[in-house]
T-cell receptor
Framework: DAGVIQSPRHEVTEMGQEVTLRCKPISGHNSLFWYRQTMMRGLELLIYFNNNVPIDDSGMPEDRFSAKMPNASFSTLKIQPSEPRDSAVYFC????????????FGPGTRLTVT | AQTVTQSQPEMSVQEAETVTLSCTYDTSESDYYLFWYKQPPSRQMILVIRQEAYKQQNATENRFSVNFQKAAKSFSLKISDSQLGDAAMYFCAYQSSNTGKLIFGQGTTLQVKP
């Protein structure tokens, strides 16, 4: 298996622009997680899905952030409009089930908002 | 709410020596899971070791082992025969068996000296 695939690997955008991050989980995994990593706040869980259904989005910082999982093999995290403080590395991870199983992380998307 | 604390921002070890990274957590739950993840400069998150809270036996994976003290809420990672490739940031993580959320500590940067 290719592992969790994220695109793009790097994104540079201007403040106010819409940003869409993409994730393809490992085939057969039922749970998908979006994390954000910054120097100040470390690794934070933003939202997670089980069987394509959002379970907990309490980590989503603001209404400017939204996430979807239209099918078992694809998820997006969208920021509209983007702000400089959104600059971070965004990770997608997947696992067989929500609890107890290892979460496999993608390579991350480094987002820079100028 | 659960919290995870790694009190050592940086550690260093001589190649072939042993090093222990500390982690404490706070929770009111009795059933949960604990993980150590490694993040090398490539930023890829890699699972090092996993421990179920209901198991008294400490988990081991080759040169990596944990000292799990449930009453003390302590979960340290021991790396034996340290290798240059072990240099990375190490994250301790707690997972609730109720929600599946992974909560990460702040991380410990490990330097391995040749």
């Amino acid at each position: 298996d290719a592992g969790v695939i994220q695109s793009p690997r790097h994104e540079v955008t201007e403040m106010g622009q819409e940003v869409t991050l993409r994730c393809k989980p490992i085939s057969g995994h039922n749970s998908l997680f979006w994390y954000r990593q910054t120097m100040m706040r470390g690794l934070e869980l933003l939202i997670y899905f089980n069987n394509n259904v959002p379970i907990d989005d309490s980590g989503m910082p603001e209404d400017r952030f939204s996430a979807k999982m239209p099918n078992a093999s694809f998820s997006t995290l969208k920021i509209q409009p983007s702000e400089p403080r959104d600059s971070a590395v965004y990770f997608c991870a997947s696992s067989l089930q929500v609890v107890s199983y290892e979460q496999y992380f993608g390579p991350g998307t480094r987002l820079t908002v100028t | 709410a659960q919290t995870v604390t790694q009190s050592q921002p940086e550690m260093s070890v001589q190649e072939a020596e042993t090093v222990t990274l500390s982690c404490t957590y706070d929770t009111s739950e009795s059933d949960y899971y604990l993980f150590w993840y490694k993040q090398p400069p490539s930023r890829q998150m890699i699972l090092v070791i996993r421990q179920e809270a209901y198991k008294q036996q400490n988990a081991t994976e080759n040169r990596f082992s944990v000292n799990f003290q449930k009453a003390a809420k302590s979960f340290s990672l021991k790396i034996s025969d340290s290798q240059l490739g072990d240099a990375a940031m190490y994250f301790c993580a707690y997972q609730s068996s109720n929600t599946g959320k992974l909560i990460f500590g702040q991380g410990t940067t490990l330097q391995v000296k040749p």
